[in-house]
């Protein structure tokens, strides 16, 4: 018996088999959870998501097309939810989102006020509203993880305002946490190190951050996409029972070395 045996729950960000979404798909179905997995709208990504579902080897996935900036998909997701699995058991957030043109070196100061609230919304206040809604139907508890990185708190050229989305989002996180644990829900952050994924590659300079990474971390390379799959099992399952508000570290030691 897998460690998730019987736990249902939703993973918002599958885009194709490079999300980061994708491979905790894959690692909490090697452990028997049961996903649904909210895509962005239209026929182009629900074929994405699905073709990358089905790589996993999970046989007719439920599918569900949700634009997490808009109040009433979210509401439909919820309505959906309840129909399909009445209860769930985790929330995975594995999405953001910020105009590429300013998330490039030297651009930081040139950001609009309205790059700077699509970024913040779509990257930070979702986590919020889909707490909002999926804690009435988490009646034992759960998880809850949304997906960070190193940018929160350290400034990175070219990560820019998305850094600062990613900073309100592990604050966020840790409001959620103290407000949510008296219904046994836990919410954590994972702050991955880089991967190669879609929005990555949209980051200006992320290749020079790949090879400083794999020259300056303790473990002497980046790492795998897998490696965060892992962590977030572990999020999900008994075995963190006492780990709330925290921000989980998943990139080869990079975070502690002082450089």
């Not at 998730?4 to 729950?9: C, D, F, S």
């Not at 309100?168 to 949510?180: D, K, P, V």
């Not at 994972?190 to 992320?206: N, Y």
Request: net charge negative.
């Amino acid at each position: 018996m897998g460690l998730l045996e019987g736990r249902k729950g939703l993973i918002f960000g599958i885009a194709n088999d490079r999300s980061i979404a994708y491979h905790v798909a894959q690692s909490l179905h090697e452990e028997g959870a049961t996903c649904g997995f909210p895509h962005l709208p239209g026929e182009k990504n629900a074929r994405r998501t699905q073709k990358a579902i089905e790589a996993i080897g999970i046989g007719d996935p439920w599918l569900i097309p949700c634009d997490a900036a808009s109040d009433d998909d979210l509401d439909a997701v919820l309505a959906a939810t309840k129909e399909r699995f009445d209860t769930i058991d985790f929330v995975i957030h594995s999405i953001a989102y910020a105009d590429r043109t300013y998330l490039k070196p030297g651009m930081f100061h040139q950001t609009p006020r309205d790059v700077w609230s699509q970024a913040l919304d779509i990257s930070a206040y979702t986590l919020v509203a889909m707490a909002q809604r999926f804690k009435p139907i988490m009646p034992r508890g759960g998880s809850i993880i949304a997906m960070s990185y190193y940018g929160a708190e350290k400034a990175i050229p070219g990560y820019n305002v998305m850094g600062v989305a990613k900073a309100a989002l592990e604050a966020a996180t840790r409001y959620l946490a103290l407000e949510l644990g008296e219904s046994g829900i836990r919410v954590n952050t994972i702050s991955a190190g880089p991967l190669r994924t879609l929005s990555s590659m949209g980051v200006g300079g992320i290749d020079e951050i790949f090879d400083w990474v794999a020259k300056k971390s303790p473990l002497q390379r980046n790492i795998e996409a897998g490696e965060v799959g892992k962590t977030a099992t572990f999020l999900v399952s008994d075995l963190s029972t006492g780990v709330t508000g925290e921000n989980l570290y998943v990139d080869a030691g990079y975070n502690i070395v002082g450089l």
